[in-house]
């Protein structure tokens, strides 16, 4: 087959995303986002996001497809990891559509639509070999990726990943959420010196460890005066954004080093961290090819998904209808490396 259109769809978290996609170039695209219904509670609520889903992804499918006449060859749903009542939203929604029309169906695990997000950039000329970065809400992993379809982990966070201590640290700042693009607003109002926060694991291989910085912010908020001023609260969002960004690229630089690989992708919400985006594209001073989706794209959506659905099958062929949704699923069983 040749450049198939395909459908996609990320019900795994919290948004309801529809996205049809053809070799590098998305052609329509919806997101229906439940930032609005979790903020209250200062993180995502399972059970209501599962509702919601299942109120919107209709709608905003049919948006997507009610101004594409062309053939659809290929549906792609996130499999897991994730919620699994969303999960089961967008599985169940994807399979009776590539059923009713008799198209083959590919079930995507999330983390291989975040290591493929850089294709959805019609610019992009990325082939692996490469070292790959996925910082999210629930993983933060760097993985060798020796061929579209393999990865290797290398390591990994042993407790929070940096997208919960971002959003974690914004709520005892009271910064409100999704944590990570309000820590990054605050901290770009800082100026002059802030307090350093600690590198936990700086040494210590590709293991990441984030629960410790965490505690190590609640300890300073909670050693100066309330309520914290705007000077404060800025300082030391500056303070945990610099610590998590030098943790992560001081550890690609270490799996570079080791793997001996001149190539980096980084993928997951984290990666929308504009300080985090300057530091890796830095690395191209030092001869490394570096891949930087666009910010859209790094937080969850469903054009990855389809992106990462195309390269599965390719390389593996269509999934059977009754592929069942895994809130757990670890990549390397997805895409083993050979
Ligand atoms: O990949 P994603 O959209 O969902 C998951 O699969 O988890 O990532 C969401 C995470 C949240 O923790 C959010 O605070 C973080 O990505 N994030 C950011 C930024 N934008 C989103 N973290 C730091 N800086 C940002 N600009
Ligand atoms: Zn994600």
Same mark, same amino acid.
């Given at each position: 087959?040749?450049?198939p259109?395909v ?8 948004e309801?995303?529809v ?6 170039e998305?052609?329509a ?47 792609c ?10 999960l089961?939203?967008?599985?169940t929604?994807?399979?009776? =559509? &590539?059923?009713?029309?008799? @198209?083959?169906? /590919?079930g +995507?695990?999330? *983390?291989?639509?975040? $290591?493929?997000?850089?294709l959805v950039?019609p ?8 070292v ?5 809400g ?13 990865v ?22 009271n910064?409100g ?5 309000a ?46 001023s ?7 969002? =500056? &303070?945990?954004?610099?610590? @998590?960004?030098? /943790?992560? +690229?001081?550890? *690609?630089?270490y799996? $570079?080093?080791?793997?001996g690989r001149?190539?980096v ?5 984290v ?16 001869g ?21 659905g ?9 999934d ?5 949704a ?6 390397q ?6």
């Amino acid at each position: 087959m040749n450049k198939p259109v395909v459908l996609g769809i990320e019900t795994s978290c919290d948004e309801t995303a529809v996205a049809l996609y053809r070799h590098g170039e998305v052609l329509a695209e919806a997101v229906h986002s439940q930032v609005d219904i979790h903020r209250y509670y200062g993180g995502v609520v399972p059970e209501l996001a599962s509702r919601d889903h299942a109120g919107y992804l209709r709608i905003v499918a049919d948006e997507v497809l009610s101004g594409w006449e062309g053939p659809i060859d290929l549906v792609c749903a996130t499999r897991g990891p994730g919620l699994i009542g969303g999960l089961l939203v967008g599985l169940t929604w994807a399979r009776s =559509f &590539a059923f009713g029309r008799q @198209i083959p169906f /590919v079930g +995507v695990h999330h *983390l291989a639509g975040h $290591l493929a997000a850089p294709l959805v950039d019609p610019l992009f000329k990325m082939k692996p070999p490469a070292v790959a970065l996925i910082a999210s809400g629930g993983h933060t992993l760097i993985y060798d990726l020796p061929a579209w379809g393999q990865v290797r982990l290398l390591g990994g966070t042993r407790d929070d990943a940096a997208g919960e201590c971002f959003d974690k640290a914004a709520r005892m700042l009271n910064l409100g959420y999704p944590g990570g693009p309000a820590i990054q607003s605050a901290a770009s109002k800082h100026v002059g010196p802030a307090i350093r926060l600690p590198r936990p694991m700086l040494k210590q291989g590709i293991e990441m460890s984030f629960s410790g910085l965490k505690t190590a912010l609640l300890t300073e908020v909670n050693s100066r005066s309330k309520p914290l001023s705007e000077e404060s609260v800025s300082e030391l969002a =500056f &303070a945990l954004q610099d610590a @998590i960004v030098d /943790v992560l +690229v001081t550890k *690609l630089r270490y799996a $570079l080093q080791l793997t001996g690989r001149d190539r980096v992708i980084i993928g997951g919400g984290v990666a929308a961290n504009q300080p985090l985006r300057d530091r890796v594209e830095a690395l191209t001073r030092e001869g490394i090819e570096v891949y930087v989706p666009p910010r859209k794209y790094c937080t969850d959506n469903a054009a990855m998904i389809a992106a990462a659905g195309s390269i599965q099958f390719e390389h593996f062929g269509p999934d059977s209808l009754d592929a069942p949704a895994q809130a757990r699923w670890d990549l390397q069983q997805y895409w083993p490396a050979s």
